[in-house]
């Protein structure tokens, strides 16, 4: 089952620059989506969603863009600080509700 | 700020024995899922709950697994008889007046079974 992926496992910038972090799926029935951050020995941390009726939120240094035609979505994160260094899950639902599908994660590393 | 919690934090079980994961949502939370992710591997729903009754489960979630919401704040999934394969974080997650809410997740417990 693979409905949502995140093809890159990690993902290393330095600090000040943009992460772009990548999501695809593919159940055209998704209509909305988060993203979590996670740190080792945590449970997943909420950072942001879109509904897939817009095509972009922005909450401080975290924008989350939405491409339907593509089924792709992004999260960039600019400047990346060090403190970001995680691992980002990207998620999806349906009716905007129940049990969320999660992608693989991508390993963050923002180096001084 | 309001939190999810877990207990225990760490759980080692002999295969067969019978194991108890405790979560106290949100307050005031309605929605409550159990997800699980094993090491390497996604994070899996198990189970969603809402109103005393499971709303969907997943294909995991076989009859080896029960869930319950004792008492108004404690909600705990069981595991009858464990497995190797059961071996995995177990995260608990609520969500508030709606199920299209955010879901938001506890710490986790990371059981191991031997």
């Known amino acids: 089952d693979q409905q949502v992926k995140q093809n890159s496992p990690s993902l290393s910038v330095q600090e000040g620059r943009i992460s772009i972090l990548n999501c695809d799926y593919t159940n055209s029935m998704f209509d909305y989506f988060l993203w979590y951050k996670k740190y080792p020995a945590e449970g997943p941390t909420f950072l942001i969603s879109?509904?897939?009726?817009?095509d972009k939120n922005e909450d401080g240094r975290f924008t989350v863009f939405l491409n339907k035609s593509a089924k792709h979505l992004s999260l960039h994160i600019v400047p990346s600080q060090p403190g970001d260094s995680a691992v980002y899950f990207c998620a999806a639902n349906v009716n905007q509700g129940g049990k969320l599908i999660f992608g693989q994660g991508t390993e963050l590393s923002v180096k001084p | 700020e309001p939190e999810v919690t877990q207990t225990p934090s760490h759980q080692v079980t002999q295969m067969g024995q019978e194991v108890i994961l405790r979560c106290v949502p949100i307050s005031n939370h309605l929605y409550f899922y159990w997800y699980r992710q094993i090491l390497g591997q996604k994070v899996e729903f198990l189970v969603s709950f809402y109103n005393n009754e499971i709303s969907e489960k997943s294909e995991i979630f076989d009859d080896q697994f029960s869930v319950e919401r004792p008492d108004g704040s404690n909600f705990t999934l069981k595991i009858r008889s464990t497995k190797l394969e059961d071996s995995a974080m177990y995260f608990c997650?609520?969500?508030?007046?709606?199920?299209?809410?955010?879901?938001?997740f506890g710490p986790g417990t990371r059981l191991l079974v031997l």
């Open positions: 997650a609520s969500s508030g007046w709606t199920s299209g809410e955010t879901q938001y």
């Open positions: 879109i509904s897939s009726i817009k």
